[in-house]
């Protein structure tokens, strides 16, 4: 059934909608974001900021896998296309690890060809997110590794602060929709034009 679901995320679209209250992991939960467009790690670090979450960055596969090593974050957000070692490798690599072999992880692509190759393997994530992507998809994803029990769930009604190293401009210039930088774009095959 849970693939169903994550199926049907992929193809139907963002007209997801929760009822009740809203399920959060708690505050501070170190959350790793790994992306090699600096857009992308931006707007996630801001949104899951607001939320109150402990925003860790890393631009490819050799940083996210030192800095999961060192930092031991709960969650991770994982490109599949990285320069150098690929998100597939960086997943396979953490799955291995004892420290990190249970941290979940949400595998993210805007890349066609890489999204069609994770459904095909299932590589051992716990969830997809196809870029681009708003708010509401990403604490989808958070509610759902928390109400199957990967995540802990918030009990603090306590409200986040801005991140320590951030101004209040450069936080207000973040847009609130991660789309990839445009280098970082699939182009179009020469018979889609």
């Known amino acids: 059934m849970a693939g169903f679901a994550l199926f049907k995320r992929l193809v139907g679209g963002n007209d997801r909608r929760h009822s009740g209250p809203r399920v959060r992991a708690p505050v501070a939960t170190r959350v790793l974001v790994v992306d090699d467009s600096a857009t992308i790690r931006a707007v996630l670090g801001k949104m899951l900021a607001q939320d109150g979450y402990e925003v860790l960055k890393a631009a490819d596969g050799e940083a996210a896998l030192a800095m999961a090593r060192s930092e031991q974050p709960a969650l991770v957000f994982l490109d599949i296309v990285l320069p150098g070692m690929s998100g597939f490798e960086v997943l396979r690599t953490l799955r291995r690890e004892a420290a990190t072999q249970h941290v979940p992880i949400v595998m993210i692509s805007g890349n066609v060809q890489a999204t069609e190759q994770f459904y095909v393997q299932r590589y051992g994530a716990d969830d997809f997110m196809k870029k681009p992507f708003g708010r509401e998809e990403v604490f989808e994803r958070i509610r759902q590794l928390v109400l199957a029990g990967r ?26 929709i991660a789309m990839p930088d445009e280098a970082h774009m699939t182009p179009p095959k020469p018979d889609d034009q």
């Open 151 to 176: 995540l802990p769930g918030r009990t603090s009604t306590a409200e986040p602060e801005l991140p320590q190293d951030v101004s209040q401009a450069e936080w207000d210039a973040i847009p609130d």
